[in-house]
């Protein structure tokens, strides 16, 4: 009997690319999306366009926080692994509309612990994020470091998931693991994240901002190598053994945070030059000084998600943004 996986934020750019490949490798995907609008929901229709070829696709438009929504749909569907995206992102957008946060990403996902703890998967996967390493100025960042001090509202309700999620793992034996990305990017990429930004405005003729002056460095992560470091872990539910020291294995639950992260930090303006050379234009640059509850750095220790599925391709920069100048030209025009 094929696998049944349960994705929420199916129609996002990183929950379209997960249930896709899912898809891909024989699965039935229900995919949960509440089409907002806090970008073109044109998009997101695109997406879900492209799943529903598959046969295997089943489409649920709701909205994640409404009580039941994910009670009903585990209790219908069974599924053998959950894979939870939907959230509201955007460190800046959680400034000017912190209540969208709390609904969101906290009773949704407080809706999704209540919906596994009463139909439970073989393995619950949640999403957090790297911004929850904050004020951390230690890196590569692992997840055995404190993540304490959140610097934006987002990535204090997405660490306040974490716990959550580790609390439901502890109390009700669901095995959970975290996952903490860094900066993906790649075709069908949310218009509010900077390579969209900077390919639009570059393409239009019009100036592109770049904070702190371009003092800045990510560990920007292809979106392929992100889905399959997530397709090799829904194999590796936590268990009760560590692989190592640098295993953060609850010691009093199945519950593991895991960074899926490039582990090669960029300086943001080689970035804008990587664009500019899939482009074949120059940029006319607008530096800003650094916004609120931004950080100037990421890096990802992978050494964790290593020790668990293996080595992860890691996509030269230059072809990732290659990939994605090409989808957005052929999307738009």
Do not use: C
């Amino acid at each position: 009997m094929a696998e049944t996986a349960l994705v929420t934020g199916s129609a996002g750019f990183i929950g379209f690319h997960t249930a896709e490949r899912l898809l891909q490798s024989g699965a039935k995907v229900v995919g949960l999306d509440a089409m907002t609008d806090y970008y073109d929901p044109a998009l997101k229709d695109a997406r879900h366009a492209i799943l529903a070829q598959s046969p295997g696709f089943t489409a649920v438009n709701a909205r994640l926080e409404d009580a039941g929504v994910m009670a009903d749909l585990m209790a219908e569907h069974q599924p053998d692994t959950v894979v939870h995206l939907a959230a509201q992102a955007g460190v800046r957008y959680s400034i000017d509309a912190p209540w969208s946060y709390v609904e969101a990403n906290l009773i949704g996902t407080y809706e999704v612990l209540e919906a596994a703890r009463h139909n439970p998967p073989k393995h619950l996967m949640l999403a957090s994020t790297s911004s929850v390493y904050g004020a951390n100025t230690q890196m590569p960042y692992a997840e055995t470091h404190k993540a304490d001090h959140q610097m934006s509202f987002y990535a204090a309700t997405k660490k306040a998931t974490e716990g959550m999620a580790h609390s439901y793992a502890h109390l009700y034996g669901i095995p959970v693991t975290m996952f903490r990305f860094f900066t993906v990017y790649g075709p069908w990429g949310r218009p509010d994240m900077a390579l969209f930004k900077f390919v639009k405005a570059i393409k239009a003729g019009e100036p592109i901002d770049v904070y702190n002056h371009g003092k800045m460095s990510r560990d920007f992560t292809f979106v392929e190598d992100l889905v399959e470091g997530l397709m090799r872990l829904r194999a590796v539910p936590p268990g009760e053994v560590p692989v190592g020291e640098m295993d953060s294995l609850s010691p009093v639950a199945p519950f593991r945070v895991v960074n899926i992260g490039n582990s090669a930090p960029t300086p943001l303006m080689d970035f804008v030059r990587a664009v500019e050379t899939a482009m074949g234009q120059t940029a006319q640059v607008n530096y800003m000084d650094m916004q609120p509850g931004d950080v100037p750095a990421t890096w990802a220790d992978a050494s964790l998600l290593e020790a668990l599925v293996g080595a992860l391709t890691r996509t030269p920069l230059e072809e990732g943004v290659r990939r994605f100048v090409q989808w957005y030209r052929e999307y738009y025009d």
